[in-house]
């Protein structure tokens, strides 16, 4: 089986614009969970989907948003980006839930410039 | 809030030895307690996934107790290697469903 996919690989934007990032999940996974990873505060559990609903959410402004498409493919928005948001941001998928093994995306990282 | 420490931060240590890494979070209603290791510049990648009935689970020369009266977690690694080397994170889910992680302990295993 493939494993978890993440495009782009790598964004640089300016402060103020918006970005949208993907995440394509393992065949047959249901449950898409994305996370931030920075130095200074590690990582940090964003949001979960579950058949195209948003199960959890993390302690992220509005400005984070995600969706998921009915073949459980992912994207999560960031708008008007600040110098902050610069991080590796990372997909992963299970099964049903994030109670399960989760079988993280290499990431995309996002530089604010 | 769920706080999750791991100790030590970094650790470098010669081809060979056994090694333990610790864990500890503050509110022992968990589900479950996960493994991860993390190559430079790269995702995660799951070792061990420990329910909150079970004690410990094993996977080749890694293995991982849970003891959540006391609120602690070890990651064991048997005869370590080289390869061994990267950042190892543990993430602990309780009754939010929300994962939350620790900082990681960095490993070095040097020839």
């Known amino acids: 089986k493939a494993g978890v996919t993440q495009t782009p690989r790598y964004l640089i934007k300016t402060r103020g614009q918006q970005v949208t990032l993907s995440c394509s999940p393992i065949?047959?996974?249901?449950?898409v969970s994305w996370y931030q990873q920075t130095p200074g505060q590690g990582l940090q559990f964003l949001f979960e989907?579950?058949?195209?609903?948003?199960?959890n959410k993390g302690n992220f402004p509005g400005r984070f948003s995600g969706r998921q498409f009915s073949n459980s493919r992912s994207e999560m928005n960031v708008s008007t980006l600040e110098l902050g948001d610069s991080a590796l941001y990372l997909c992963?998928?299970?099964?049903?839930?994030?109670?399960?093994?989760?079988?993280f995306g290499p990431g995309t990282r996002l530089l604010v410039l | 809030k769920q706080e999750v420490t791991q100790i030590p931060a970094a650790l470098s240590v010669p081809e060979g030895e056994n090694l333990v890494l610790n864990c500890s979070f503050t509110?022992?209603?968990?589900?479950?307690l996960q493994w991860f290791r993390q190559d430079p510049g790269k995702g995660l990648t799951s070792l061990l996934l420990?329910?909150?009935?079970?004690r410990e689970q094993t996977s080749g020369r890694l293995n991982a107790s849970l003891d959540k009266s006391s609120g602690r977690s070890t990651l064991y690694i048997a005869a370590s290697q080289p390869g061994d080397s990267a950042t190892y994170l543990c993430?602990?889910?309780?009754?939010?469903?929300?994962?939350?992680f620790g900082r990681g302990t960095s490993l070095i295993v040097h020839p």
């Open positions: 992963a998928s299970s099964p049903r839930d994030n109670q399960e093994t989760q079988y």
């Open positions: 065949s047959g996974h249901r449950s």
């Open positions: 989907y579950f058949s195209e609903t948003q199960r």
């Open positions: 509110d022992s209603a968990i589900y479950n």
């Open positions: 420990i329910q909150s009935s079970q």
């Open positions: 993430a602990v889910t309780g009754g939010s469903y929300i994962p939350t």
